[in-house]
């Protein structure tokens, strides 16, 4: 009953994007900035790039820019078009709510992802291409995705304005990946070894190549605090 559910609210949500032509302005704003920062600041064909390392580098910050403009009418539109009573007021649990939209979220940004693939068959012909450390990338990219889609649901939940949603997410994405673990361990006597916990080496560590359970770890705890702050603002806006 509760995949039935699921997969209701997520094939609604995703058909959503399909049908919406302005989303597709996001695909092309990716694409174009991804490119234009490989090219320019990643010396595309200066370095080696076996594992399109220059392409990749730069996604936490694309992707940050990228996202809100994905999921910021996830739960803002629901809240602006006065729909969310009647949501909510179905028999579905809030988790399962909140679970479909962020897959649908998460489901439309692996596809943008996705179309780096004409410029690895083009490269293809130039570079030596390193598949497995082209995979570590998109496997990086993808989780690092799913984690800013989730932290972008989350936000969405808190207004109905647009604007102010993409704004919070944007600053609150930013944040996450400037975040420095020494900091942390100035302010609480941590132990040395936690800055190779910071989000963005750890993303670093995946288009290299060098993938650990730590990152892992750290991608899974984010999304899934995410999710769950998610749930408890919605169930809180229903009381």
């Not at 809240?79 to 009573?85: A, K, S, V, Y």
């Not at 942390?184 to 995946?206: D, I, K, R």
Request: net charge neutral; with cysteine; proline share 3%.
């Amino acid at each position: 009953m509760a995949l039935n559910q699921l997969k209701t609210v997520f094939f609604k949500e995703f058909t959503g994007y399909l049908n919406n032509f302005s989303v597709f302005f996001i695909w092309g704003i990716y694409i174009a900035v991804s490119l234009a920062s490989a090219f320019y600041f990643g010396s595309y064909f200066l370095i080696d790039n076996s594992g399109l390392q220059s392409y990749f580098r730069f996604q936490p910050a694309i992707l940050a820019l990228i996202v809100p403009a994905v999921t910021m009418h996830l739960w803002t539109d629901e809240f602006r078009l006065g729909t969310i009573e009647f949501l909510l007021s179905q028999p579905v649990d809030y988790f399962i709510l909140v679970l479909g939209k962020f897959f649908a979220s998460w489901a439309f940004c692996s596809l943008m992802i996705l179309l780096v693939l004409p410029l690895i068959m083009v490269s293809s012909f130039f570079i030596d291409i390193n598949f497995l450390s082209l995979f570590s990338a998109f496997l990086g990219t993808l989780l690092l995705s799913g984690a800013f889609c989730a932290v972008g649901c989350m936000v969405s939940a808190l207004s109905s304005r647009p604007v102010i949603t993409y704004l919070v997410a944007f600053f609150a994405l930013w944040g996450i990946i400037s975040l420095k673990f020494e900091v942390l361990m100035t302010w609480f006597n941590l132990p040395e070894t936690l800055p190779e916990l910071n989000f963005s080496a750890l993303y670093l560590n995946f288009i290299s190549g060098r993938v650990s359970l730590d990152a892992f770890i750290c991608f899974f705890s984010l999304t899934i605090l995410a999710l769950w702050a998610n749930t408890a603002f919605i169930s809180g806006r229903n009381r």
